[in-house]
């Protein structure tokens, strides 16, 4: 009974987990960050044209460079229908449009 109990706390606190992670990132993606700016956190990441690696390099970021976002994201889901990739649209000072990895954004 113990042990059933323990396997028990275990799967609700990772229930729990899933749930906190996937509403507080969600956020990020809302179409209301338009316009909102952010910092790199990564040390270099590759802007492209569209959200994957198989697209063209715009450029490549450094830590600490400040972008505004557009309000886009994209998502990419498994096999599980779990999202495997978070995509990110962007706007450099400049006023290129790109995507970047959403994982190396810093949010403020």
Request: overall charge negative.
């Amino acid at each position: 009974m113990k042990k059933f109990l323990s396997i028990v706390l275990v799967i609700i606190s990772c229930i729990a987990v899933v749930w906190l992670v996937s509403a507080t990132s969600g956020d990020q993606f809302k179409e209301e960050n338009e316009g909102r700016e952010v910092f790199i956190e990564w040390e270099k990441v590759n802007v492209r044209e569209g959200h994957s690696t198989t697209k063209k390099v715009l450029c490549s970021l450094t830590e600490g460079s400040l972008v505004t976002l557009t309000g886009n994201y994209f998502e990419y889901f498994g096999g599980d229908g779990e999202p495997t990739e978070h995509w990110t649209e962007i706007q450099l000072s400049d006023g290129t449009i790109g995507w970047l990895v959403t994982t190396s954004i810093k949010w403020i």
